[in-house]
């Protein structure tokens, strides 16, 4: 079982619609990040949590520490929003490393 | 520099030769890592650089993997022998100094295809 896991692998939207991702993990974190990959492979940070919530024009992002569970949700989406959306957890070892869930690919259509 | 840069964007490579892609990190920036993508997957830690810190290499896949860092700059992670399966995006990415708070800005990536 991964460490960090995403649901869903897919997903669908149409223009307008209200969009939750879901990511879970299981080890101890300092924090954890969702990051956006388009094609072409660029990722750009999101957010950085380590506790409650962020929002950043459309996009929000929790997370409970307790259940170990993050959400970032996407509201009025819009096809530029279609991306492959990577939770990453920075583990409470302060390694630096981050470990990743294996995305979200996300078509929003008009 | 603005950003971190990575070189070349794309390396066509044949079986069995060896291959060099580059990393220059945010100046100032101390700590340097590397990561892989192959297709249809998610991204895989390969080696991070702190400062002075030896190296913690525990995501290297073989023995034909290498990287180094020069000082708290550039950074060259070098294949050997490659093998199909090492096609992937390489991306490399760094940190003020590897604590969480701080974030990670990651470069454009190396597409490394083997044939």
């Known amino acids: 079982k991964n460490e960090v896991e995403q649901s869903p692998q897919n997903l669908t939207a149409q223009e307008g619609e209200f969009i939750t991702i879901n990511c879970s993990y299981s080890v101890g974190i300092s924090a954890l990040h969702w990051l956006q990959q388009h094609p072409g492979g660029g990722i750009v940070s999101l957010f950085m949590l380590s506790s409650g919530k962020k929002k950043h024009g459309r996009l929000i992002a929790t997370i409970n520490i307790q259940e170990k569970h993050s959400s970032l949700h996407i509201t009025a989406s819009h096809p530029r929003d279609s991306a492959v959306y990577i939770c990453a957890v920075h583990g409470s070892s302060n390694t630096g490393k981050l470990i990743f869930g294996q995305g979200t690919t996300l078509q929003v259509k008009p | 520099g603005a950003g971190v840069s990575q070189s070349p964007s794309n390396k066509v490579t044949e079986k069995g030769k060896d291959v060099e892609l580059r990393c220059d990190p945010i100046?100032?920036?101390?700590?340097l890592y590397w990561y892989r993508q192959r297709l249809g997957q998610g991204l895989e830690f390969l080696i991070y650089f702190q400062g002075n810190s030896a190296p913690d290499k525990s995501g290297l896949p073989s023995d034909r993997f290498s990287a180094e860092r020069t000082g708290e700059s550039v950074s060259t992670l070098t294949i050997q022998r490659t093998q199909q399966e090492d096609s992937a995006v390489y991306l490399c990415?760094?940190?003020?100094?590897?604590?969480?708070?701080?974030?990670?800005?990651f470069g454009s990536g190396t597409r490394l295809t083997v044939v």
């Open positions: 990415a760094s940190s003020r100094d590897g604590r969480y708070f701080y974030g990670y800005t």
């Open positions: 100046s100032g920036h101390t700590a």
